[in-house]
C-alpha cells in the first residue's frame, strides 16, 4: 500500500522544491499548490486515503515503452509519457475530484489532448462540439493488443458518427490517433472539419523525492510552442537545467495531420494563472469559433490544428493525427514525418504483429471464465507497458496523479515473481541488476539511509523518486526477490547472476540482522509499507523473515560460510520466536503488533500465508491464519471501499492447495469478482476501489496498477492452472 501515507509526502518535500523551481523554472518564485483545496494533495476532494492527490482519470492505456498513453472514458489523453513509463509526462492535466456519480471533474476545461467536430448545414448554419460532449463508447479493440477504440456518436438531428482508433507503434516515439468519420444520408451536415486541441507541457526535470515536477507545478513546464508551417505542425519544446542530475536537458512533442490542416491557433493558456500576461488568445476557447492563427507563444501553452474532412460517396472521411516526442524539437520532427509516410493500416498490423509475437510465449489462467482470461491479458498489457526497457525498472503506474510513476521494490519483487512464472528471465534479470546497482553501500552511499537498504521509490534512472529514506519490508523484500529469481535460472547464467547480486544480498541481510529490537526481539522500529509513521507489525516483521532466510539460501549456493551467515541465522531464529508471541490462541492467528493502525488483517495475513510462509500448511497455526485472511478479506470486500484484496486471494491460494471443494469454490468465486466488479469496463485495476451511491464498486488512483494486476494474476494462475496463451477468436 502506498495510499494512505502518501499525503505527507509533500509537505516533506516543500523545501526540496523551493530550491528545484529556482534552478529550473522561468518562474523561480513558483512553489507546488497549496495543500489545502485545489492543491495536488487535497483532502477535501473525494476520498483523501486512496485519492490524496487527486482522482485518477484512466480508462484505457496505450504503448510501446517509450511512449505511454493513458485516455479517460472520453478519449482524453490524461497522461503522455516520454521517454519512457518513468519519465516524463508531456501533457497537462489534473483532476480535482469526483462528482455524486463518481465521475472524475478536471481544473480546467482545456486541459489534456482531444478532438472536436466543426460542421456547416445545408441550411448555411454553423456549429462545433468537442467529441468529449457527444455520446461515447471505450473499449479496446481487441484483448490481445492495448490499441484503444473510442466512438462517439452527435445527437440524431446532425448525423454524424466518430471513430477514434488510438495506437502507438512498436518501436518509434509516436502516438497515432486515426478518426474515421461517418455522415448518415439523412444528415444536414455538408461541410466538416476535424479540430485537434493539445495542452501539452512537456519538460525533462525531476526532483529528488519528490515526483512532482511533471504534473503538479506546471511552471517547471514553462517553454515555448510554435506552429510549423513547413512541417504543418504544432512543436512544444523545454530546455533546461534537470534538477535531480545538474545536467542540461531539452525535451518536445509535436503534433500534426497526416495532410496539410486548414487552420492553426499557438496560444498562451487562458486558464492557468501561472500563464505569461499578453500572450495570444487560448486555442481551447478559439476553437468553438474559428482558430485564429497565431504562430508561437511561451510560457504555458495550449495549440489547436484544423483539417477540412473529404467525405466519400459512402459519406466517409478520415483524419489522422500524429503525436510524436523526442529529446529536442528536430528529432520529434523526424519522427512525425516518418510515421506520417506509413500508411496506418501498415501501422496498425505492426502494433498486432508486435503484441502477437510477446503474448504468444505467455501462459494464462486454465480456467475461470472469459472475464477472468480477458483481465489476466490486460494484466500480461499492463506489465509490458509499465517496464522501462533501458534500466529494467518497472513503474507502479505509469500515472503522475497520483505519482506513482516510480519502481518500489516491495512490488517489484512480486513483478519479478510473475516475470520468471511467466518465462521473462532476461527481464527479471535486468530488473535485479538495476535494483543491485540502487541499493545503498559503501560504493553507492546515501546521505538518508544506512548500507543494504532501498529508497522507498525509484525513478527509472535510479534516483530516489519518493521522500521516506527507506522502509524495512523494502529490505526483507528486496533480498528475497535477488534470491528468488536465481532458482529460475539454470547452469553458467545461474551462476553469473549470483556473483552478481550476492553482494546486495548480503548488505541486506547484514543489515536486516543488526535491525532488532532488545526488548522483545522483533525488528527495530521503522518506516513500514510508506506509512510516514515508524511502527513495528508483522508487516515489517514477515518480509525480515523472509529477506534472511533467502540470504541464508543465497549463501548456501555461493559457498559461503563465513561468520556473518551465521549471524543471520541466529537473527532469524531469534526473530522467528519473538513473532511467536503474536500468535492468539483465542484467534487461531497472528496480531498485527504495534504502532501502526495502517496495514489490514488480510493483506499482511496474506503475506504470512505467502511469500513468508511461517509455517508449513498443514500447522495448525497456518490453516487458523488462512481462515482469519479469508474472514477479513471477504469482510473488506463488502465495505464501502478497499485495496489490495488480492494479497489475500494469493495467499489462500498457496494455503489452500491441493483445494477441497468448498475452498475451491471460494477461491473462483472471488477471482471471478474481482475481475468482474473491481475494473473498469475495460478491465484495469485501480490501486483502490470504491463503490457509486448505488452501491456498485468502482476502481480509483491509478489505474492500470501494476501490482495489482500482478497479484490478480499470479492468484489466477495457482486458483486454476496454467494453459498457453489463446488469442481471441483462436
Given at each position: 500500500?502506498?495510499?494512505?501515507?502518501?499525503r505527507?509526502?509533500?509537505?516533506?518535500?516543500?523545501?526540496?522544491?523551493?530550491?528545484?523551481?529556482?534552478?529550473?523554472?522561468?518562474?523561480?518564485?513558483i512553489?507546488?499548490p497549496s495543500l489545502?483545496p485545489?492543491?495536488?494533495?487535497?483532502?477535501?476532494?473525494?476520498n483523501?486515503?486512496?485519492?490524496?492527490?487527486?482522482?485518477?482519470?484512466?480508462n484505457?492505456?496505450a504503448?510501446?515503452g517509450?511512449?505511454?498513453?493513458?485516455?479517460?472514458?472520453?478519449?482524453?489523453?490524461?497522461?503522455?509519457?516520454?521517454?519512457?513509463?518513468?519519465?516524463?509526462?508531456?501533457?497537462k492535466?489534473?483532476?480535482?475530484?469526483?462528482?455524486?456519480?463518481?465521475?472524475v471533474?478536471?481544473?480546467?476545461?482545456?486541459?489534456?489532448s482531444?478532438?472536436?467536430?466543426?460542421?456547416?448545414?445545408?441550411?448555411g448554419?454553423?456549429?462545433?462540439?468537442?467529441?468529449?460532449?457527444?455520446?461515447s463508447?471505450?473499449?479496446?479493440?481487441?484483448?490481445?493488443?492495448p490499441?484503444?477504440l473510442?466512438?462517439?456518436?452527435?445527437p440524431?438531428?446532425?448525423?454524424?458518427r466518430?471513430?477514434?482508433?488510438?495506437l502507438a507503434?512498436?518501436?518509434?516515439?509516436r502516438?497515432i490517433r486515426?478518426?474515421r468519420?461517418t455522415?448518415?444520408?439523412?444528415?444536414?451536415?455538408?461541410?466538416?472539419?476535424?479540430?485537434?486541441f493539445?495542452?501539452?507541457?512537456?519538460?525533462?526535470?525531476?526532483?529528488?523525492?519528490?515526483?512532482?515536477?511533471?504534473?503538479?507545478?506546471s511552471?517547471?513546464?514553462?517553454g515555448?510552442?510554435s506552429?510549423?508551417?513547413?512541417?504543418?505542425?504544432?512543436?512544444?519544446?523545454w530546455?533546461?537545467?534537470?534538477?535531480?542530475?545538474?545536467?542540461?536537458?531539452?525535451?518536445?512533442?509535436?503534433?500534426g495531420?497526416?495532410?496539410t490542416?486548414?487552420?492553426?491557433?499557438?496560444?498562451?493558456d487562458?486558464?492557468?494563472s501561472?500563464?505569461?500576461p499578453?500572450?495570444p488568445?487560448?486555442?481551447?476557447?478559439?476553437?468553438?469559433?474559428?482558430?485564429?492563427?497565431?504562430?508561437?507563444a511561451?510560457?504555458?501553452t495550449?495549440?489547436a490544428?484544423e483539417?477540412?474532412?473529404?467525405f466519400d460517396?459512402?459519406?466517409?472521411?478520415?483524419?489522422r493525427?500524429?503525436?510524436?516526442?523526442?529529446?529536442?524539437?528536430?528529432?520529434?520532427l523526424?519522427?512525425l514525418?516518418?510515421g506520417?509516410?506509413?500508411?496506418?493500416?501498415?501501422?496498425?498490423?505492426?502494433?498486432?504483429?508486435?503484441?502477437?509475437?510477446?503474448?504468444s510465449?505467455?501462459?494464462?489462467?486454465?480456467?475461470?471464465?472469459?472475464?477472468v482470461t480477458?483481465?489476466?491479458?490486460?494484466?500480461?498489457?499492463?506489465?509490458r507497458?509499465a517496464?522501462?526497457?533501458?534500466?529494467g525498472?518497472?513503474?507502479?503506474?505509469?500515472?503522475?496523479?497520483g505519482?506513482?510513476?516510480?519502481?518500489w521494490?516491495r512490488?517489484?519483487?512480486?513483478?519479478?515473481s510473475?516475470l520468471?512464472?511467466?518465462?521473462?528471465?532476461?527481464w527479471?534479470?535486468?530488473?535485479n541488476l538495476f535494483?543491485a546497482?540502487?541499493q545503498?553501500s559503501?560504493q553507492?552511499?546515501?546521505?538518508?539511509?544506512?548500507?543494504?537498504?532501498?529508497a522507498?521509490?525509484?525513478?527509472?534512472?535510479?534516483?530516489?523518486g519518493?521522500?521516506?529514506?527507506?522502509?524495512?519490508?523494502?529490505t526483507?523484500?528486496?533480498a528475497?526477490?535477488?534470491?528468488?529469481h536465481?532458482r529460475?535460472?539454470?547452469?553458467?547464467a545461474?551462476?553469473?547472476?549470483l556473483a552478481a547480486?550476492?553482494?546486495?544480498?548480503?548488505?541486506?541481510?547484514?543489515?536486516?540482522?543488526?535491525c532488532?529490537?532488545p526488548?522483545?526481539?522483533?525488528?527495530?522500529?521503522?518506516?513500514?509499507?510508506d506509512s510516514?509513521t515508524?511502527?513495528?507489525?508483522?508487516?515489517?516483521?514477515?518480509?525480515?523473515v523472509?529477506g534472511?532466510r533467502?540470504?541464508?539460501?543465497a549463501a548456501r549456493?555461493?559457498?559461503?560460510?563465513?561468520?556473518?551467515?551465521?549471524?543471520?541465522?541466529?537473527?532469524?531464529?531469534?526473530?522467528r520466536?519473538a513473532i511467536e508471541t503474536?500468535?492468539?490462541?483465542?484467534?487461531?492467528?497472528?496480531?498485527?503488533g504495534?504502532?501502526?493502525?495502517?496495514?489490514?488483517?488480510?493483506?499482511d495475513?496474506g503475506?504470512?500465508?505467502?511469500p513468508v510462509?511461517?509455517?508449513?500448511?498443514?500447522?495448525?497455526?497456518?490453516a487458523?491464519e488462512?481462515k482469519a485472511?479469508m474472514?477479513?478479506m471477504?469482510a473488506?470486500?463488502?465495505?464501502?471501499?478497499?485495496?489490495y484484496?488480492?494479497?489475500?486471494?494469493?495467499?489462500?491460494?498457496?494455503?489452500?492447495?491441493p483445494?477441497?471443494?468448498g475452498?475451491?469454490?471460494?477461491?473462483?468465486?472471488?477471482?471471478?469478482y474481482m475481475a468482474?466488479a473491481l475494473?473498469?469496463?475495460?478491465?484495469?485495476?485501480g490501486?483502490?476501489?470504491?463503490?457509486?451511491?448505488?452501491g456498485?464498486?468502482?476502481?480509483?488512483q491509478?489505474?492500470?496498477?501494476?501490482w495489482?494486476?500482478?497479484l490478480f494474476?499470479?492468484?489466477?494462475l495457482?486458483?486454476?492452472?496454467s494453459?498457453p496463451?489463446r488469442?481471441?477468436?483462436?
Open positions: 500500500m502506498k495510499s494512505s501515507a502518501a505527507p509526502g509533500l509537505a516533506v518535500g516543500l523545501t526540496v522544491l523551493a530550491a528545484a523551481a529556482g534552478a529550473a523554472a522561468t518562474h523561480a518564485a512553489l507546488p489545502g485545489g492543491g495536488c494533495d487535497d483532502p477535501t476532494q473525494g483523501a486515503d486512496f485519492e490524496a492527490y487527486g482522482p485518477t482519470d484512466v484505457v492505456q504503448g510501446n517509450r511512449v505511454t498513453v493513458n485516455e479517460n472514458a472520453v478519449g482524453t489523453i490524461t497522461v503522455f509519457k516520454y521517454p519512457d513509463p518513468s519519465l516524463f509526462n508531456l501533457v492535466y489534473f483532476a480535482i475530484k469526483r462528482d455524486a456519480a463518481g465521475r471533474q478536471v481544473q480546467y476545461p482545456n486541459e489534456g482531444f478532438a472536436g467536430v466543426r460542421w456547416t448545414t445545408r441550411s448554419k454553423d456549429g462545433f462540439a468537442w467529441l468529449r460532449d457527444w455520446r463508447h471505450q473499449r479496446y479493440l481487441s484483448p490481445d493488443s490499441v484503444a473510442t466512438t462517439y456518436r452527435s440524431r438531428a446532425l448525423g454524424l466518430v471513430r477514434d482508433t488510438d507503434p512498436p518501436h518509434s516515439s502516438y486515426q478518426f468519420v455522415r448518415r444520408k439523412a444528415s444536414p451536415v455538408r461541410r466538416a472539419s476535424l479540430v485537434y493539445g495542452n501539452f507541457n512537456p519538460t525533462a526535470t525531476h526532483l529528488p523525492l519528490l515526483p512532482v515536477s511533471d504534473w503538479c507545478v511552471a517547471l513546464g514553462d515555448s510552442a506552429y510549423e508551417a513547413a512541417d504543418h505542425a504544432i512543436v512544444n519544446s530546455s533546461g537545467t534537470d534538477v535531480a542530475t545538474a545536467t542540461q536537458r531539452s525535451m518536445a512533442v509535436t503534433f495531420f497526416a495532410r490542416d486548414s487552420a492553426h491557433q499557438v496560444g498562451a487562458g486558464y492557468d501561472a500563464a505569461l499578453g500572450g488568445p487560448d486555442a481551447y476557447d478559439q476553437a468553438q469559433s474559428g482558430l485564429g492563427g497565431s504562430d508561437s511561451s510560457g504555458q495550449d495549440a490544428l483539417q477540412r474532412l473529404r460517396r459512402r459519406g466517409r472521411a478520415r483524419a493525427m500524429t503525436i510524436a516526442a523526442g529529446l529536442d524539437q528536430t528529432e520529434a523526424r519522427a514525418q516518418h506520417r509516410r506509413i500508411p496506418f493500416r501498415r501501422q496498425l498490423r505492426a502494433e498486432t504483429r508486435d503484441w502477437h509475437r510477446w503474448l510465449k505467455r501462459v494464462l489462467p486454465a480456467g475461470g471464465g472469459r472475464r480477458n483481465v489476466a491479458k490486460r494484466s500480461l498489457i499492463t506489465l507497458l517496464r522501462a526497457a533501458r534500466s525498472a518497472i513503474v507502479a503506474s505509469a500515472n503522475t496523479q505519482p506513482y510513476g516510480e519502481d521494490i512490488d517489484g519483487s512480486f513483478i519479478n510473475l520468471d512464472t511467466e518465462g521473462l528471465h532476461g527479471v534479470t535486468k530488473h535494483y546497482r540502487i545503498a559503501l553507492h552511499p546515501s546521505l538518508i539511509r544506512p548500507p543494504g537498504n532501498w522507498m521509490a525509484s525513478y527509472s534512472d535510479g534516483v530516489d519518493a521522500p521516506i529514506p527507506w522502509e524495512i519490508d523494502e526483507g523484500l528486496g528475497w526477490t535477488l534470491y528468488d536465481y529460475h535460472l539454470k547452469g553458467p545461474a551462476t553469473k547472476y547480486v550476492y553482494p546486495a544480498i548480503g548488505r541486506a541481510a547484514d543489515f536486516l540482522t543488526l532488532r529490537d526488548l522483545n526481539g522483533l525488528q527495530c522500529l521503522a518506516n513500514e509499507d510516514f515508524p511502527s513495528q507489525t508483522l508487516h515489517g516483521a514477515g518480509p525480515v523472509l534472511l533467502s540470504a541464508i539460501a549456493a555461493s559457498g559461503d560460510t563465513s561468520a556473518r551467515v551465521g549471524q543471520w541465522k541466529a537473527r532469524l531464529k531469534n526473530l520466536a503474536l500468535y492468539d490462541p483465542a484467534t487461531h492467528s497472528y496480531v498485527a504495534t504502532g501502526n493502525a495502517y496495514n489490514v488483517t488480510y493483506g495475513g503475506w504470512l500465508l505467502w510462509r511461517l509455517h508449513p500448511y498443514s500447522d495448525p497455526r497456518m487458523g488462512a485472511v474472514k477479513a471477504r473488506s470486500l463488502r465495505a464501502p471501499r478497499g485495496q484484496e488480492a494479497k489475500a486471494l494469493l495467499g489462500l491460494a498457496h494455503a489452500w492447495k483445494y477441497s471443494p475452498h475451491r469454490r471460494r477461491l473462483q468465486s472471488t477471482l471471478r468482474g475494473t473498469t469496463p475495460t478491465g484495469l485495476f490501486e483502490s476501489w470504491e463503490r457509486h451511491p448505488s456498485h464498486p468502482f476502481p480509483v491509478d489505474q492500470p496498477h501494476v495489482e494486476h500482478t494474476l499470479m492468484a489466477a495457482k486458483i486454476e492452472g494453459r496463451y488469442f481471441a477468436g483462436h
